[in-house]
């Protein structure tokens, strides 16, 4: 039973052009929510997160969207970069629980 | 130098044999967890602990035990290795403050024959 679902293993962008990452989770009790960064060889980097008390949440070129009726997250990367060619894992948890329940990633490739 | 570190990085063993991996911190966090990450599955927690002296269990902890020799140490052990145990394992860290940011260490890519 995948409570969080990344329906997307892939996407590709045109440099300088806007990046969305979908999420969706079945899980109510989830209220926080958190997107992980993972190149090649290495191990996933915390990115961004977001409360279910907000839904939005912003730092520099990412943006982190929370619609909770929907069930529902999206990660915004604008402008995009080379750089940001990598694996995204979605995860959410209950606040204060320290058990994240991973998504199936979405390989981002920027073209240049 | 890097604040999580796994040993080994690579690691091909043959089933039946036990093997250790291991995890060590010089983040001062207290929080330790164990992770496996399979194709098409993401990233799945085997074992988690808060301290030393507690230790417990994640959703996929059947034929893998820890143990937490010190704060900044903690290892997974495969009693007896099955090929289905092949998979790219994680250790990861938290703060008891921030328990949700977990820092993840690089992997390590096990192949059991």
């Known amino acids: 039973d995948q409570q969080v679902k990344q329906n997307s293993p892939s996407l590709s962008v045109q440099e300088g052009r806007i990046s969305i990452l979908n999420c969706d989770y079945t899980?109510?009790?989830?209220?926080?929510f958190l997107w992980y960064k993972k190149y090649p060889a290495e191990g996933p980097t915390f990115l961004i997160s977001?409360?279910?008390?907000?839904d939005k949440n912003e730092d520099g070129r990412f943006t982190v969207f929370l619609n909770k009726s929907a069930k529902h997250l999206s990660l915004h990367i604008v402008p995009s970069q080379p750089g940001d060619s990598a694996v995204y894992f979605c995860?959410?948890?209950?606040?204060?629980?320290?058990?994240?329940?991973f998504g199936t990633g979405t390989r981002l490739t920027i073209i240049p | 130098d890097a604040d999580v570190t796994q040993t080994p990085r690579n690691r091909i063993t043959k089933t039946g044999k036990r093997i250790m991996l291991e995890c060590s911190q010089t983040?001062?966090?207290?929080?330790m967890y164990w992770y496996r990450q399979d194709p098409g599955l993401g990233l799945r927690l085997i074992y988690y602990?808060?301290?030393?002296?507690?230790?417990n269990k994640g959703e996929i902890s059947d034929g893998y035990s820890v143990s937490r020799q010190a704060q900044a140490k903690f290892s997974l052990s495969l009693e007896s290795a099955i090929p289905n145990q092949t998979a790219l394992y994680f250790c990861?860290?938290?703060?008891?403050?921030?328990?949700?940011?977990?820092?993840f260490g690089p992997g390590t890519r096990l192949l059991v024959l």
């Open positions: 990861a860290t938290s703060d008891s403050l921030l328990q949700e940011t977990q820092y």
């Open positions: 899980n109510s009790m989830f209220d926080y």
């Open positions: 977001i409360s279910s008390i907000k």
């Open positions: 995860a959410a948890t209950m606040w204060g629980n320290e058990k994240l329940t």
């Open positions: 983040k001062g966090h207290d929080r």
């Open positions: 602990s808060f301290d030393v002296k507690d230790i």
